[in-house]
């Protein structure tokens, strides 16, 4: 049996993968499934992915049969024998990195790639809120496939209004479109984690002109910090913001959450003009 075509639930067994709560780890053995967040991205033949936290590489099987040229960064140094057979059985498509992903530098790395991850909830918001930071627009990732806790997922692609709409929503959506491509049940995994999940697509969309990143981050953290007062209290202690609403004539009565992706960003804009 060559390492593609055995069941993953025996390559687990034969290293030796029990897994590891530390490191978050919840396995997804269902090779149908694996093949259809494999096929979320819509990668072509050849294109690059930069997969986090492979484990004992049942999603990297499956971006590998997509036809994918794989980067897949790994800290549990246990999981790189496994991940390591998987690459001589895909002709070296896979390189291999032991390591943390909150360390490695993408750009330099692993320019012009598809993201796909099924990571720990802590360490994938941290590596979301790292992508869609900075100044460099267009990013250096093509599109991210993440898995996250279907809250959370929820709040990424949030309309204003509701209540998961938020600072979450605001930093993707005012230079991304996300949506919710998949969610995925507790029992699709191994051990199951405690909440359901869900599978988000972002790509990179335009960046508005003449906003910066960080005057959107402290005006969302202010007012989102205390969403249910109105913005004409939560926006007190930013140099300026109540006097930046009045002139786009945004009524500093209404909350944070009522205010929409195209509002923000004019403040921003003219916070910063
Ligand atoms: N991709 C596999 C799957 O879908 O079955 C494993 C998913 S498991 C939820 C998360 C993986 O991320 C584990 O293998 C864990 O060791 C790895 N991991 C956790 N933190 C990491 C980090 N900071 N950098 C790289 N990998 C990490």
Not at 225 to 243: E, N, P
Request: positive net charge; aromatic residues 6%; hydrophobic residues 45%.
């Amino acid at each position: 049996m060559t390492e593609s075509s055995e069941p993953l639930r025996d390559v687990i067994a034969r290293h030796g993968l029990t897994a590891s709560k530390a490191l978050g780890q919840n396995f997804i053995l269902d090779r149908q499934l694996l093949a259809r967040i494999a096929a979320v991205p819509g990668i072509r033949e050849g294109e690059r992915v930069y997969e986090v936290g492979p484990g004992p590489g049942g999603l990297t099987r499956a971006l590998l049969e997509a036809g994918a040229k794989v980067t897949a960064v790994e800290r549990d140094r246990r999981c790189i024998p496994a991940l390591e057979e998987l690459s001589d059985a895909f002709a070296h498509r896979l390189q291999l990195i032991e390591g943390d992903a909150l360390r490695i530098d993408e750009p330099e790395m692993v320019p012009g790639a598809h993201v796909v991850a099924n990571l720990p909830y802590n360490v994938g918001t941290a590596l979301l809120l790292k992508w869609l930071s900075g100044d460099m627009w267009p990013p250096w990732w093509r599109s991210l496939t993440l898995m996250f806790q279907k809250e959370v997922a929820e709040r990424i692609v949030a309309s204003p209004g509701s209540d998961a709409y938020g600072r979450l929503s605001v930093a993707v959506q005012w230079r991304c479109a996300a949506r919710i491509a998949m969610t995925v049940n507790r029992s699709s995994f191994v051990p199951p984690p405690k909440v359901t999940s869900a599978i988000v697509h972002i790509v990179p969309g335009e960046q508005p002109a003449g906003v910066s990143p960080r005057t959107l981050e402290r005006l969302t953290e202010a007012a989102f910090g205390q969403r249910r007062k109105m913005l004409r209290s939560s926006l007190k202690q930013l140099d300026g913001a109540l006097k930046a609403a009045e002139i786009v004539g945004i009524d500093t009565q209404r909350r944070a959450e009522t205010l929409s992706v195209a509002g923000w960003v004019s403040l921003a804009r003219q916070l910063d003009a």
